[in-house]
Structures are given as C-alpha cells and as structure tokens.
C-alpha cells in the first residue's frame, strides 16, 4: 500500500512544487463570508450548519498545481474550499474542485499516475503504459479537459466534489451525496487567446475587484446517489438524476486574519460533523494522512489531534 510521503514524492515529482507551499492548490487566496441553508437541507441531513441559521464560512480559492507562481492563464483544475464554523464552535469542511471526477478509485493508482507524469525522454512511453494498463481515464478524458478550461473568474465557474457523503436526517433517514457549488454568476470561461492577454494573477485581482462591488455567491448542490451508483469510487460518474440546492455561499471579502505566523489552516473533507459521516472511500480516508505528511513537510508541524480520524 502506498504511503502518505509516497504520494508527496510522487506530486513534487512532476514537477513545480515547492518547499514551503502545499504539495498541491500552493498558489490560493483566503476569503470570509457565510453560509446559509435553505428549507430542503434540514430535510436531508441534521447537521447543525444545516438548520437554516447563517454561519461563518472561511473560503480558500487555488490553482491546482504545486507551483505557488504558476500564471493564472495556464489550463490547470482550479479549487474552492470551505470551512463552515459550527455553533459550539466547532468545524466541517467542503473540498470542491473543477473536476468532477477524479483521476483513480484508489490512492495506489493515482500515485502510478504521477509517476508517468514525471517529466523526461520517457514520459510519452509511461503515460502510454499507463493508459493501456487503465483503460477508464480514457472515458475521463473529456471531464478531464472540460475541468482545465481558464475561467474568467474564480466566481464563473462550477466546482465539485469528488467523493459521496452519507447525510443523516433527524428522523433516521439516510442517503448518500456528492457536493456541487454552483456560480450564481454563471459560468464563463476565457479562449487561449484571451487568457494569454492576462496578468499572471488575474484570477485573485479580478475576483476582489468583483466583491468591491457585490458579494460573490454560490449555491450548494447535493447529487443524491441512485440505487447502482458507486460510493466508494471518485472515478465513477453518478448515473442517478437527483440534485437538491441545500444552500447559498456567500464570500463577502478578503480574509486577513489567518495564515499568519504558525497558524495553519487545512480544509479536509474527512472533518464531518454529526449529521454527515465519510464513505469507505480509499482515496478520501487516503487525503487526511497525506494531508498530515504535507502540512509536516512543509511547516515542521504535527497535526496530531487536529487532523480527523480515518
């Protein structure tokens, strides 16, 4: 089984990430706002975030590469992140990113992938060997391509969550979800062209410059599985139909109160609260350990308790 530095070494491996920065999505900006539920989500789950009263959310948008300078221009899956702060004073968190699906069932196969990534002479026969040996990430390519368009904003574009949640309502209930965040702005996206013609950082100035005028807002969709639609498998498109609009995002500005000194923030889709519990997903169980060894690499830093059990 492959381990937690195993996978760190196999994401640097490819290439740009950097001492210092997350191993992945290093290149991110920090904003506040809330969230708040709307009259289905009670209905599906009891989580306390989820009874319809505002609560404060802390939002991270990113790159996806390791390279902390990477140009906002280049194709490249982009991340939005959530921190929900709970009454008690507890937290969850929501990890989206423009993909819908992700790229291997299991860790194991995902590190495979990197490694025929890793740049040299020999990378078209890896990348080659790799695809014969997994012959689905062929079906994903399209979803693939679709998730590393340039967006004209980190506001018009739709983020996902790779992995399903079981949501337990008060009365016992249960059923298995995957999360959505949808842009009320709807979603735009740039040509190579266009994009080539912007600054570096374009997507972090243009979306304060947008909140200068407005808050920028997002619904939350959760798709509820069908009766054959795998939970366990982030490789795996849902078949099933439903989607249920819970709630609305809303990022009122920038954050600047966190990530200064030793403060460490980490949004890990493991860090549930009652009312939702994780999957037997390998890949989601798989992210709080490689989570721990990144934060570690980079900080010196042992998240011991604070990291959610697997």
């Not at 990113?62 to 709970?86: E, F, H, Y």
């Not at 549930?272 to 994780?278: F, K, L, P, Y």
């Amino acid at each position: 089984m492959v381990t937690p530095d195993e996978a760190i070494e196999a994401i640097r491996g490819t290439g740009g990430a950097q001492p210092g920065s997350r191993a992945l999505h290093a290149k991110g900006t920090l904003y506040r706002g809330r969230f708040t539920a709307g009259p289905e989500a009670a209905k599906l789950s009891r989580a306390k975030h989820l009874d319809g009263s505002a609560v404060p959310a802390l939002f991270r948008f990113s790159n996806g590469s390791g390279n902390p300078t990477q140009r906002d221009a280049l194709p490249g899956v982009r991340g939005l992140a959530v921190k929900l702060t709970l009454p008690d004073g507890s937290t969850t968190d929501v990890s989206t990113q423009t993909a819908r699906l992700f790229v291997s069932s299991t860790p194991e196969g995902f590190v495979d992938l990197l490694k025929a990534m890793r740049p040299g002479l020999t990378q078209p026969l890896r990348l080659g060997k790799y695809f014969l040996t997994h012959p689905r990430l062929l079906g994903a390519l399209p979803v693939l391509r679709d998730a590393n368009r340039v967006p004209e904003s980190y506001a018009t574009v739709s983020y996902h969550g790779l992995h399903a949640f079981r949501w337990v309502a008060a009365d016992g209930s249960s059923r298995f979800v995957r999360y959505h965040l949808r842009p009320a702005a709807g979603e735009h996206f740039l040509d190579g062209s266009a994009a080539r013609r912007r600054d570096p950082d374009f997507l972090h100035h243009e979306l304060n410059h947008r909140l200068a005028g407005a808050p920028v807002r997002f619904d939350f969709v959760v798709e509820i599985a069908g009766p054959n639609d795998s939970t366990i498998d982030p490789s795996a498109a849902w078949r099933g139909s439903e989607k249920v609009v819970v709630g609305n995002f809303e990022i009122t500005g920038l954050d600047t109160e966190r990530e200064h000194g030793n403060d460490i923030v980490v949004f890990d889709p493991m860090r549930v609260t009652d009312g939702i519990e994780a999957s037997d997903d390998p890949v989601l169980r798989f992210r709080t350990l490689a989570y721990s060894a990144s934060v570690k690499l980079r900080t010196g830093v042992d998240r011991g308790a604070e990291a959610p059990p697997v």
